[in-house]
């Protein structure tokens, strides 16, 4: 089942699509700036979507925690059922776990990413120097 919730988060307006089966989560969040309307949130779906659903699809997997399936009083199915829809927009505890752990992942790919460019940076300035001091003692 795959879902897609829409909340304010400070300053911008955030996506975070739910992808649940076999019993585990996963999670991607992704920034849509200023307050989407539907048919640019269905606009932004259509054109991101599968994207979307592929680096959800490649976050860390979370267990999720199944009730035991019992006899509900109606009254009470009732108040959950209230109670879920005015947290529609609000992330579960397992998402927010899951898009936790992507956006480490990331980090820590940039983190190595940067590393790596600066090396090779600083390698290619070495090199850059030595061939400049060779062509100095050349000319002598």
Do not use: C
């Given at each position: 089942?795959?879902?897609?919730?829409?909340?304010?988060?400070?300053?911008?307006?955030?996506?975070?699509?739910?992808?649940?089966?076999?019993?585990?989560?996963?999670?991607?969040?992704?920034?849509?700036?200023?307050?989407?309307?539907?048919?640019?949130?269905?606009?932004?779906?259509?054109?991101?979507?599968?994207?979307?659903?592929?680096?959800?699809?490649?976050?860390?997997?979370?267990?999720?925690?199944?009730?035991?399936?019992?006899?509900?009083?109606?009254?009470?199915?009732?108040?959950?059922?209230?109670?879920?829809?005015?947290?529609?927009?609000?992330?579960?505890?397992?998402s927010q776990e899951a898009t936790r752990l992507e956006l480490e992942?990331?980090?820590?790919?940039?983190?190595?990413?940067?590393?790596?460019?600066?090396?090779?940076?600083?390698?290619?300035?070495?090199?850059?120097?030595?061939?400049?001091?060779?062509?100095?003692?050349?000319?002598?």
């Amino acid at each position: 089942m795959v879902t897609l919730s829409v909340y304010l988060d400070g300053a911008f307006w955030v996506g975070v699509l739910e992808i649940v089966e076999d019993g585990t989560l996963r999670a991607t969040r992704f920034t849509l700036g200023s307050e989407p309307t539907d048919p640019e949130l269905y606009d932004y779906l259509m054109r991101y979507g599968g994207a979307l659903l592929d680096q959800a699809a490649a976050a860390p997997a979370l267990p999720v925690g199944a009730r035991a399936a019992g006899r509900v009083n109606p009254k009470r199915a009732a108040k959950l059922a209230a109670r879920a829809a005015a947290l529609v927009s609000s992330r579960s505890t397992a998402s927010q776990e899951a898009t936790r752990l992507e956006l480490e992942g990331r980090k820590q790919e940039a983190t190595a990413g940067r590393r790596d460019r600066r090396r090779e940076l600083a390698e290619h300035k070495r090199e850059v120097a030595r061939r400049k001091r060779i062509e100095r003692h050349r000319d002598r």
